[in-house]
């Protein structure tokens, strides 16, 4: 729009109605929640001209009509043939291209009631707008199509190109919508209609026919007896609308540039009732498309385009991260035709063929950068390539050489070996198995490998019992004692590798049969416990500082650094092992049983402290595993467990740090920081082995877990740091 020419049109001024109605319209002052506003019955007027193609709105403001003002405050400017506009604005001598909502109008605009134009003028603007709204309403409706307008063309610009080049994916395939029905969608029902009797019969939404059933009863899981598919029985009185969960699903297609992996989402509703017809949805949330270059992949995805509509969005491809939970079912029939041309050096196709559920475009994504992928995948290894596309950095540190030609030299097998792999569809825990195998010399059955890999035994975890037993002999005795004690194998490691610890403790001969293959486990492990608690404190004193002969010289120096008594506790620390020992039989936990704890205080890792009550002091309450810079590791009452009343023992352990704090040196500090970054070391262990708690309170939950819990940082060390 010319501005010159515009500027050249008369200026419309106010009328002396306009003045007159401004003059009586007294401004109002009313309260509008936390402030007052200023109010009139008119805020604005308007008057309105046509010249040639051009309409012309002049905006009058209230306050300078009031003050005797006949000038306009903003005037609008519309070319209707061009679908263009632009606001003159007369106070600033300037010109704006702002819709009219973004003006600096005054604040009484939005609070006053109404604005003012003649009939004329509102005909006016209706007419030349072909607006079925009023002036202001009408004149801000048309900026805004002419802005969504703009906002339109510009988007074009960055999707016609995406809509081009989507133009090449094919139609669905004519029997798509069954395929998904019963393949893709795997949740299916039995109704059954209940009586007291026992239904006999049900509906099968798989098969769509009528089948026998025995039993059923609502939500129970079970298999159709005539398809032998996994269903769940549903009521019809009780199931209402249900709705299967959201599958994901994969269909591959040739296309002009190569091939595409479309991403599709799918469900069923089952209307309250209406059982037999459920409704089949279906979208499509994903396609990427593979070239037949490997150059210029790329992926679009269905979604909100910048908040203005719903359409295909060009986007980045998955690089690396597999999500387990968007595998899916997918479509076969198109892949024999793809393999022999497009997926020919892929392994997609045997890959997919390999598995039950599949995620595509992260295989092609990682092929591209680990081509040895395609090799686990002809190989028909798919327990290995879905182990590489979950995680292909942790994989690749199980291979030998990922640069090598041959599957075997990757894989660092033989060819026997690789049969084995191949045979039992092995992992790289079975692959670490085979090597174990031939580092040993021994041959393990495959079918004992297996259970290993599957109970997640490495062979790591069975040194305690290495060389005593063969490991036909070990998963015959783990599998017997699992069926004895409805124990999991890792329950009866643990139980087992304790048992012969404690029998080493008292001198037995575990190199025995009878002793390091004991029948019953559990009970024989028991009465080990007893037997240590039984023994001789001196005797079983002198034993231990036979072995670390420095234990009664520290103890003897950490009272008075680390002695405290308040108004209700206090904390004392042993004198020698046998005060130690003689804390751990009256609370009856671990601390006179195990090792590591007698190792810790040799070489200044930590200390074992005992919390008392001031009034009660020479009676057993709590003990503490502390580190030399007073962090406190561990806090345990009898039978190892922690009582509602460590919450106010805890406020004076804070305050027992703040205190010892101060009697710390500098050798103190160092041994702090060193036993700190053991403890980091020995969690970052017990979680990765999975370690589980077996007896008491605490029974099946992560050691590391509730080591963390109770650990009590000295904070005021902390914060020095």
């Not at 003059?23 to 009139?40: F, G, L, M, Q």
């Not at 992992?427 to 198995?433: E, H, N, Q, V």
């Not at 998963?475 to 699992?482: E, H, K, S, T």
């Amino acid at each position: 729009m010319d501005k010159q020419k515009l500027l050249k049109i008369c200026t419309l001024k106010a009328t002396p109605k306009m003045i007159k109605m401004a003059a009586v319209d007294t401004p109002v002052k009313e309260k509008y929640y936390h402030w007052v506003r200023t109010v009139y019955k008119h805020g604005l007027y308007m008057r309105c001209h046509i010249q040639g193609h051009i309409l012309m709105v002049a905006f009058f403001l209230t306050e300078h009509l009031r003050a005797g003002g006949r000038n306009p405050a903003y005037e609008l400017f519309i070319d209707r043939g061009r679908r263009q506009f632009i606001t003159y604005d007369r106070v600033l001598d300037k010109w704006c291209t702002s819709k009219l909502d973004r003006l600096d109008w005054p604040a009484y605009i939005s609070s006053s009631k109404e604005k003012w134009i003649s009939r004329a003028d509102n005909h006016k603007i209706k007419k030349y707008l072909n607006a079925e709204y009023d002036d202001f309403t009408a004149l801000h409706s048309y900026q805004l199509q002419i802005r969504q307008e703009e906002l339109k063309k510009r988007h074009k610009k960055q999707t016609d190109p995406w809509d081009k080049d989507l133009e090449q994916i094919p139609d669905l395939p004519k029997d798509w919508q069954r395929w998904v029905s019963k393949v893709g969608i795997r949740q299916h029902y039995i109704y059954y209609q209940y009586n007291k009797k026992g239904a006999e019969s049900g509906y099968c939404t798989y098969c769509e026919k009528d089948v026998p059933v025995k039993g059923p009863r609502h939500n129970k899981e079970g298999r159709c007896p005539r398809c032998r598919h996994k269903i769940t029985f549903k009521s019809t009185g009780k199931a209402g609308r249900v709705i299967t969960k959201h599958f994901y699903l994969y269909l591959p297609q040739r296309c002009r540039d190569g091939f595409v992996i479309r991403m599709f989402e799918g469900y069923h509703i089952y209307p309250k009732g209406e059982y037999q017809t459920p409704e089949c949805i279906c979208h499509e949330i994903r396609r990427t498309i593979f070239t037949n270059s490997g150059e210029n992949n790329r992926a679009y995805y269905w979604g909100l385009y910048r908040q203005s509509e719903h359409r295909w969005i060009r986007t980045g491809l998955y690089h690396g991260r597999w999500y387990g939970d968007a595998e899916g079912k997918v479509y076969g029939k198109t892949l024999p035709d793809l393999a022999r041309k497009e997926l020919s050096r892929t392994g997609l196709a045997e890959a997919v063929k390999g598995s039950q559920l599949f995620f595509p475009e992260i295989y092609l994504t990682i092929l591209n950068e680990r081509p040895y992928l395609e090799k686990l995948a002809k190989a028909k290894l798919p327990r290995l390539v879905k182990e590489c596309m979950s995680s292909y950095y942790t994989f690749e540190e199980e291979l030998r050489d990922i640069t090598a030609s041959s599957l075997t030299k990757i894989l660092g097998v033989n060819t026997q070996e690789l049969k084995r792999m191949r045979q039992n569809n092995g992992g790289t825990k079975f692959l670490a198995w085979l090597r174990y195998e031939r580092a040993t010399g021994k041959i393990i059955p495959a079918h004992v490998i297996a259970w290993f890999c599957r109970e997640r035994i490495e062979a790591d975890r069975l040194r305690f019992i290495k060389g005593k037993m063969s490991m036909v002999q070990i998963y015959n005795y783990l599998r017997r004692q699992m069926s004895k004690y409805k124990a999991s194998s890792k329950d009866i490691l643990i139980k087992w590798s304790d048992y012969l610890s404690l029998a080493r403790h008292l001198k037995m001969n575990t190199d025995d049969a009878i002793i390091f293959r004991v029948n019953k486990l559990y009970q024989r492990h028991d009465e080990l416990v007893e037997r240590c608690h039984s023994k001789e404190l001196a005797l079983e004193a002198g034993e231990i500082l036979e072995r670390y002969p420095n234990i009664d010289a520290i103890c003897e120096s950490l009272n008075e650094k680390y002695g405290f008594a308040g108004e209700e506790y206090a904390i004392v620390a042993p004198s020698c092992v046998e005060d130690m020992l003689a804390e751990g039989r009256n609370l009856h936990h671990c601390l006179d049983k195990i090792d590591r704890y007698w190792e810790r205080i040799e070489r200044r890792e930590t200390y074992i402290l005992f919390l008392r009550k001031t009034a009660e002091v020479d009676k057993p309450y709590y003990t503490l595993e502390v580190e030399p810079n007073g962090t406190v590791r561990q806090k345990r009452t009898m039978y190892d467990r922690q009582e509602a009343d460590i919450e106010d023992a805890t406020k004076f352990l804070a305050l027992w740090q703040k205190e010892i704090t101060k009697r710390l040196t500098a050798e103190d500090i160092k041994l702090g920081e060193e036993s700190r970054r053991l403890r980091v070391q020995e969690f970052a262990e017990l979680r990765k082995n999975q370690a589980i708690i077996n007896i008491g309170d605490l029974r099946g939950q992560l050691l590391v877990d509730v080591l963390l819990a109770d650990l009590m940082e000295n904070e005021t060390i902390a914060q020095a740091a």
